[in-house]
């Protein structure tokens, strides 16, 4: 079975290992007659299931009893409305760095519901091309939040040194999640949703150190209220069970490498695509150079029919998910963790022809 080049922005590629193993235990987890989307999220099986995965992302990332790591449902879209309304208390003021849409959203989310807001640091003026490095903090500061990496426009934030440390900070992680060594301790809390760089979608990775929360009366719907998912250890309701298992699985595999060695992987294959686009005169990266992601690397032909071409024929190599953003249009290869460097070789071998044939 050939499986294709697969650079979608998200859901994205999964490690192969990983696929083979899920299929080896569908029908009977272990030998136990039932596969784990058949049990019931409060059997021993299941329960050893979900505490080893939250064990080995307490590994990955040396997590302290301080934090609360939560696998909730509803996406990084919810984790935009929880932020804001379990965390900004009334008179203080959530700091937002809008560097995309994504960034975006959270901003305007936590506006919707009234909360006072403060835009600390924008790109916008430039469609989002490049990172502010700079932040202007309001008053009563609730927190800073900021995204990691900007998956659309193919921004990353790779030293986090530039942000202040004496107010809590929060970060959308979603599309750059354990592609690299983290601090945690940095962080008040971080939301990743699985769907990018660690597993399937229908699970959004939480940690959020608990003081965040200790400190404050919870808020009033259940569901919203980090105070019922860190209570109730991400069960308060059925969690999605099938697709935390494989988030397990993802970073036992992320384990076996090592976050350095992840990274290293990762420099080397977004490598071989930026060492075509920076030596030719035929694509043009759409960001600052020195704040491109490792991720999500963004480009653009001469017209919309060369890029359409290159698109068409790309496929016929079998490399598939490589158009851009409706919202910027041109190309996008997204080189998340499980990509094999293979991959990676084939496109820039692909780019460099394609380049030859029709410049
Ligand atoms: C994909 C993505 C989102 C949206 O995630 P959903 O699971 O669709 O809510 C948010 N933020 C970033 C950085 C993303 O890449």
């Known amino acids: 079975m050939e499986r294709i080049h697969n650079f979608s922005a998200g859901p994205g590629v999964l490690p192969e290992e990983v696929l083979l193993e899920i299929q080896q235990d569908l029908l009977s987890y272990k030998g136990n007659g039932l596969s784990v989307m058949e049990m019931s999220h409060r059997s021993k099986e299941y329960e050893e299931i979900f505490n080893e995965t ?87 500061p609730a927190y800073l939040h900021y995204c990691s990496n900007n998956t659309i426009f193919g921004t990353e934030y790779r030293d986090d040194s530039i942000f202040p440390t004496n107010i809590p900070l929060i970060c959308d992680m979603s599309s750059d999640f354990l592609s690299r060594p983290l601090d945690i301790n940095k962080y008040a809390l971080i939301y990743a ?20 929360i200790d400190k404050f009366a919870p808020v009033k719907e259940t569901m919203l209220s980090y105070k019922t998912h860190i209570d109730g ?29 992840i990274e290293k992987n990762n420099i080397a294959k ?42 068409k024929e790309a496929k016929s190599l079998k490399i598939s998910g490589i158009k851009g953003h409706r919202s910027v249009g041109g190309c996008r290869a997204s080189t998340y963790n499980a990509l094999p460097k293979k991959a990676c070789e084939v496109l820039a071998e692909f780019m460099i022809k394609f380049a030859k044939d029709n410049g």
């Open 54 to 140: 939250v064990a080995t992302m307490k590994r990955l990332l040396k997590v302290t009893d301080d934090y609360a790591v939560l696998f909730l449902s509803g996406g990084a879209h919810t984790q935009f409305l929880m932020t804001a309304m379990n965390l900004i208390q009334e008179g203080k003021v959530g700091n937002y760095v809008l560097t995309g849409e994504w960034a975006s959203k959270a901003y305007k989310e936590a506006k919707k519901i009234g909360k006072l807001t403060h835009v600390a640091a924008s790109s916008e003026d430039k469609n989002f091309s490049y990172l502010p490095k700079a932040f202007n903090i309001s008053e009563n």
């Open 193 to 212: 949703g699985a769907q990018k760089n660690i597993g399937p979608a229908g699970t959004t990775a939480v940690i959020i150190r608990k003081d965040m």
């Open 233 to 261: 250890n991400s069960m308060y309701n059925t969690p999605p069970t099938f697709p935390i298992y494989i988030v397990g699985l993802v970073l036992k595999w992320i384990e076996k490498q090592g976050l350095e060695n």
């Open 270 to 311: 977004a490598g071989l695509i930026y060492d075509v686009i920076d030596n030719s005169e035929f694509y043009k990266g759409t960001t600052a150079k020195e704040d491109r992601s490792l991720m999500n690397i963004t480009f653009r032909l001469a017209s919309e029919e060369l890029e359409e071409k290159f698109i």
